[in-house]
């Protein structure tokens, strides 16, 4: 059996717990309510939130094979290519054909596929926006940065490693991530 981690003195079992609950919830919330749930609000209950990241991630990324979704989304091939083909069957991707390499089929959204990721974007958004809009500023700061430090820290200590907590943003990434303020990622994916 490992040896438990000694916290320091200032980091209490009982911070600790806290600091776990907390961020359960956190998680749990953004998950639930402003993600999984979003989808059958908006009457797209036949489509998984897996299928969601799926066509987010064809939407940020140029030029994606099904090797390429299956890396992007940390699920294997096979498990991609049933994905692709699901998809396909709801007309929200398309194979696209390498004209210099017929053997190399690229994946991209149809306009269907396009519109229903402006739309579940758009309400993620607004209701993020909502929840923040109710905290003050000084909290909404201390919110971003107290984020911003724990993943700092646990890419800096090696605990969290850059790669998979990278969210690919690809020709989306934005500069203010606390990833690419370090650094630690050379290039979105």
Do not use: W
């Not at 091939?77 to 396909?88: D, F, G, I």
């Not at 402006?118 to 993620?124: I, K, Y």
């Not at 490693?161 to 690809?170: Q, W």
């Amino acid at each position: 059996m490992k040896e438990p981690i000694q916290l320091p003195v200032a980091l209490t079992e009982e911070l600790l717990s806290h600091a776990e609950l907390v961020a359960q919830v956190f998680l749990q919330a953004m998950y639930t309510s402003i993600g999984e749930k979003l989808l059958d609000e908006l009457a797209e209950s036949d489509l998984t939130y897996s299928q969601m990241q799926a066509l987010r991630y064809l939407h940020t990324h140029r030029r994606v094979t099904v090797g390429d979704l299956a890396e992007g989304l940390n699920i294997s091939y096979p498990s991609a290519t049933n994905m692709v083909h699901r998809l396909e069957k709801k007309h929200l991707i398309r194979r696209v054909a390498n004209p210099r390499d017929r053997r190399q089929v690229g994946l991209s959204l149809t306009d269907a596929g396009a519109a229903i990721i402006q739309r579940v974007d758009h309400e993620r958004r607004q209701r993020f926006a909502s929840v923040l809009a109710q905290m003050n500023q000084a909290e909404r700061h201390a919110f971003i940065n107290g984020l911003s430090a724990f993943i700092r820290a646990g890419v800096e200590s090696g605990i969290l490693k850059a790669t998979d907590v990278c969210l690919h943003c690809g020709a989306d990434a934005d500069p203010n991530c606390p990833l690419v303020e370090m650094h630690a990622v050379e290039t979105c994916r």
